[in-house]
């Protein structure tokens, strides 16, 4: 059983910047594609960014420019570097790992943007 480690968030002013971590269990992780997910009450989860087994990555509109993704296989860790954060960025951050026979969560860590 893969587990995820999600961490890092917190509560930052508007403009702020916070680094999101999620270290995974998975023998394999380099080998799997690793994304961030964001959900408020009410609404669905969202895709914030991913990163494939390759590097690529993509990122929704809402965080482009803002937010960048990355991996270090080494340490099997996903990070979201997050900069010039607004308050409409608070929600719960969750951390994915997927693969052809595989698809984990972590268990979320939350970030508030607020002055």
């Known amino acids: 059983q893969v587990q995820l480690v999600d961490s890092g968030g917190g509560l930052v002013q508007p403009g702020g910047s916070l680094r999101l971590s999620c270290v995974a269990s998975?023998?394999?992780?380099?080998?799997?594609?690793g994304g961030w997910y964001r959900q408020v009450p009410g609404k669905q989860r969202e895709l914030v960014a991913r990163?494939?087994?390759?590097?690529?990555?993509n990122y929704a509109d809402a965080v482009a420019g803002r937010f960048t993704i990355s991996r270090d296989n080494a340490k099997n860790t996903l990070y979201l570097q997050m900069n010039s954060l607004k308050p409409e960025d608070t929600a719960v951050y969750y951390c994915?790992?997927?693969?052809?026979?595989?698809?984990?969560w972590g268990q979320g860590t939350q970030v508030t943007v607020s002055s």
């Open positions: 990163i494939n087994s390759g590097g690529s990555t």
């Open positions: 998975a023998r394999l992780f380099s080998l799997y594609s």
């Open positions: 994915n790992l997927e693969g052809v026979t595989i698809n984990y």
